[in-house]
Each structure stands twice: as C-alpha cells, then as structure tokens.
C-alpha cells in the first residue's frame, strides 16, 4: 500500500512563505521615498527562471518591470544519520473508534539542500535584498510546519544558510538583452521523512484477573476495563467461590 506525507511539498511551501515578504524601495531623486515594491518568488532552478526572465523582456520589448524576482530550487537531499534516534521508537499514537491504535514509527533523518535565486537589475536591488535575508540566520533560524493532516501539532525545523554567491555579467545580453544580476544562498532545513501509519493494532480493552483468598484458599475474580482517558474502572471481586487449590 502507498503512502505519502506530502513531506518535501511542506517544507517547500513553508520556505517559500518565509521569504515571501521581501520588498525593495522606490525614490525620487531628491531621495524621498516613493513607494516599496514586494519582490515575488517562485519554485524554479537558476536557468529556468533566467529564461522566463528574458522571455518576458523580449515579448513586452523592456517596457514592464519584471526584476527584481526570486527563485528557490530543491538541489539534494543527504541522510543525517548524526539525528536519527532509536528506530523502533512509536510515535504519534492515537486511539480510534473500533478499539484499536493508529501508530508510526519513528522517522529517518534528512538535511535539504536549497537554493533560493536572487534576480535584479542593479547591484542595490540586490544588496538590499541579501541583507535582509543572512541577519535571520543566528546563526540558524526555525520555522514551524505542520508535517501530518491528522495533527495539529507544528515540528519545529532549523535553517541554516551555508554561503552566498554573486554572478555579476560584465555585458549585456545578446542584442541588447536584459542585464540580470544574481546573488545564490545556499540554505540547508533539518527535516525528516516518515514512515507509514501503521493502523488495526488491537489492544487490551479488558484485563481479568484471579484472585486468592489469603486465608481461606478461596479463588475470586475482578474485572478492569481501560477508557480512553486512561481511567481504570473496578468491577469488584467476585465472591463466588470456585474451588479450593
């Protein structure tokens, strides 16, 4: 039977938010400011995003603004064996309606690598931009993701950011084209990757057990049944007597 946590998907999205609210400034040129532009950011690699770029350029012949953007690219995934805890430790138990438990194991440990593309067309665009970014690694920074439907519960997952790269073009392009200047930060997430639910686990809903009579070897019975809320209810012993040892 598939399974599928949607895992990589979160922790994509959830970078994505997390520098969705980047803005660079608009002046006159007295200095005053005029307005704040919000720089949009996309899931695409470096040369997709470049091409589009130029795409869009050359069909509105350099009349719309369509820099400063970015990009971020999932580039590898490493196991992180230094994380991972004891294998068959269950997690995430949870009772159902049939008397039985829902229970998974514990999940394997994994550092994603990513690359979040800085695209502008001049170098304070761009430095505006990386600056920032790198002051909200100290040196790392956390984000919270809910990484299963069935709960509420959010994992709190550290970001490291690994290095910038800047790729500045001495020419134009090719007939005149746009000017695209680039800054990469290399950014790795400490998550992890989950095993199946494991469901129809039967438990123990009623323990009986038999008692002996200190004195006059008589036997009894009492009866225990577990509720979800981990309440013990007593039936009392049984006083009928059914044998003698």
Known sequence: MFFHHHTIRKYTT?????????????????GTLIKAINVPIFFSSRERAIQLTEQQYAENNGMQNILPKMALSLDSMNKANSRDTNKNKKINLRANDN????????????????????????????????????????????????????????????????????DFPDEMGEDDGIRILTAEINITLRGNIHLPVKDNVNTISTVIATLYGPTDNKIARSTATAFDNDTIEYSGADAEAEGEV
């Open 14 to 30: 959830a970078l994505l938010d997390v520098f969705n609210d980047l803005e660079v400034p608009r002046y006159n040129e007295d």
């Open 99 to 166: 008397n039985t438990v829902s229970f998974q194991l514990n999940s394997v440990s994994y550092d994603f690598s990513f690359t979040l593309h800085i695209m502008t067309r001049t170098m304070t665009d761009l430095t505006t931009i990386v600056e920032q970014i790198l002051p909200q690694f100290r040196p790392t920074m956390n984000i919270r993701v809910r990484e299963f439907d069935f709960s509420d519960t959010l994992e709190t997952l550290p970001i490291s950011m690994d290095g910038v790269s800047f």
